[in-house]
């Protein structure tokens, strides 16, 4: 069987301790929305669309003895659907239709490419069914070993930032004390990776950067190698990023407290929301360049910066005398 189909199916039939299924199949079902934005429709059309039903059909079955075919037969559903996928892509090549690309159009197939190995088609479907959903993205690891991914899955389930079929940003935010206002994918990519970063920093004994990112290598199975994927969709549009270099990030980047200045952005009390939106695209540039290129761009931060002290500057605040004026003369009267 082939590598990566195989290393997907261990982790769509995978069981904990109590013999539950580790992933939820509406989890799943997201991603596959996620990936297919606007042409989902067209996704579920001939034979995909016959397995995509049949799996709808037992999703939820299987929370007691009797039923809990159901829940294998929704994922042998799933497994055929993902394998109609894998073999439309073989047969016909690579195309925006399937992978998220820059083109807008769902039908474009990529002329001068080599013809898609299976090996390799798999890999991508494994890269993209395996992933943590943060909205209209996705985000996972390539070359990191099957032990360590099964770890952060662990830690992502327990911690319940993964929770059935949606992730939940609070666990994060408690973890690293932060707000996440008007957070986006790079940013919340950014996040993820500094939770993880600092699960391992408490069970280091002595805080040395070095140290942590070793740790990090043994618990996550992390190696020079590694790089972040993240793909994402925006109405027919499609993006697929590699960030690699994960040393750099988890040594001197990923510290709670520089997470939390970067939060600090949007935490403007009192703020128009599209004001706050504006500041968080803003961020996403500096984070997405320093996702690529392990360095802060001072004119980025100082737009920011200077963004930040408009906004906050601009409020209307009332101090002593002032105050009591402005708080008297808002009262309304009973009569």
């Given at each position: 069987?082939?590598?990566?189909?195989?290393?997907?199916?261990?982790?769509?039939?995978?069981?904990?301790?109590?013999?539950?299924?580790?992933?939820?199949?509406?989890?799943?079902?997201?991603?596959?929305?996620?990936?297919?934005?606007?042409?989902?429709?067209?996704?579920?059309?001939?034979?995909?669309?016959?397995?995509?039903?049949?799996?709808?059909?037992?999703?939820?079955?299987?929370?007691?003895?009797?039923?809990?075919?159901?829940?294998?037969?929704?994922?042998?559903?799933?497994?055929?659907?993902?394998?109609?996928?894998?073999?439309?892509?073989?047969?016909?090549?690579?195309?925006?239709?399937?992978?998220?690309t820059i083109v807008g159009e769902k039908?474009?197939?990529?002329?001068?490419?080599?013809?898609?190995?299976?090996?390799?088609?798999?890999?991508?479907?494994?890269?993209?069914?395996?992933?943590?959903?943060?909205?209209?993205?996705?985000?996972?690891?390539?070359?990191?070993?099957?032990?360590?991914?099964?770890?952060?899955?662990?830690?992502?389930?327990?911690?319940?930032?993964?929770?059935?079929?949606?992730?939940?940003?609070?666990?994060?935010?408690?973890?690293?004390?932060?707000?996440?206002?008007?957070?986006?994918?790079?940013?919340?990519?950014?996040?993820?990776?500094?939770?993880?970063?600092?699960?391992?920093?408490?069970?280091?004994?002595?805080?040395?950067?070095?140290?942590?990112?070793?740790?990090?290598?043994?618990?996550?199975?992390?190696?020079?190698?590694?790089?972040?994927?993240?793909?994402?969709?925006?109405?027919?549009?499609?993006?697929?990023?590699?960030?690699?270099?994960?040393?750099?990030?988890?040594?001197?980047w990923l510290d709670q407290r520089i997470?939390?200045?970067?939060?600090?952005?949007?935490?403007?009390?009192?703020?128009?929301?599209?004001?706050?939106?504006?500041?968080?695209?803003?961020?996403?540039?500096?984070?997405?360049?320093?996702?690529?290129?392990?360095?802060?761009?001072?004119?980025?931060?100082?737009?920011?910066?200077?963004?930040?002290?408009?906004?906050?500057?601009?409020?209307?605040?009332?101090?002593?005398?002032?105050?009591?004026?402005?708080?008297?003369?808002?009262?309304?009267?009973?009569?």
């Amino acid at each position: 069987m082939i590598k990566w189909k195989k290393r997907l199916e261990d982790f769509v039939f995978k069981k904990d301790t109590d013999g539950n299924f580790v992933v939820d199949m509406r989890y799943m079902q997201g991603i596959v929305r996620t990936l297919a934005g606007r042409a989902l429709r067209n996704w579920k059309q001939g034979e995909r669309g016959r397995y995509w039903e049949k799996m709808n059909e037992q999703i939820g079955r299987g929370k007691k003895g009797e039923e809990v075919k159901g829940e294998e037969v929704a994922r042998e559903s799933f497994m055929n659907f993902i394998g109609a996928i894998a073999e439309s892509i073989i047969s016909k090549g690579y195309s925006s239709f399937f992978l998220p690309t820059i083109v807008g159009e769902k039908n474009l197939y990529f002329s001068g490419e080599e013809e898609p190995a299976e090996e390799i088609v798999w890999k991508i479907l494994y890269l993209s069914y395996t992933s943590v959903k943060f909205g209209n993205a996705l985000v996972n690891f390539d070359y990191i070993s099957d032990e360590g991914g099964a770890v952060i899955w662990h830690i992502l389930t327990t911690d319940r930032v993964i929770i059935e079929n949606r992730t939940d940003m609070k666990p994060i935010k408690n973890r690293l004390n932060i707000k996440l206002r008007a957070s986006k994918e790079f940013f919340n990519t950014f996040s993820l990776l500094a939770f993880l970063r600092e699960k391992v920093r408490e069970e280091v004994c002595e805080e040395n950067e070095r140290d942590i990112w070793f740790a990090c290598r043994r618990k996550y199975g992390f190696n020079d190698m590694t790089s972040i994927i993240m793909m994402r969709r925006k109405q027919t549009k499609g993006e697929y990023y590699v960030f690699s270099y994960l040393s750099s990030l988890f040594q001197k980047w990923l510290d709670q407290r520089i997470v939390a200045f970067f939060d600090s952005f949007t935490n403007i009390s009192g703020a128009r929301r599209e004001d706050v939106e504006h500041i968080s695209e803003e961020r996403e540039k500096l984070i997405f360049h320093l996702l690529k290129y392990k360095e802060i761009p001072g004119e980025l931060l100082a737009k920011l910066t200077g963004l930040k002290i408009e906004h906050e500057s601009g409020r209307e605040r009332h101090y002593g005398i002032r105050n009591a004026n402005f708080f008297f003369k808002n009262l309304r009267s009973n009569e």
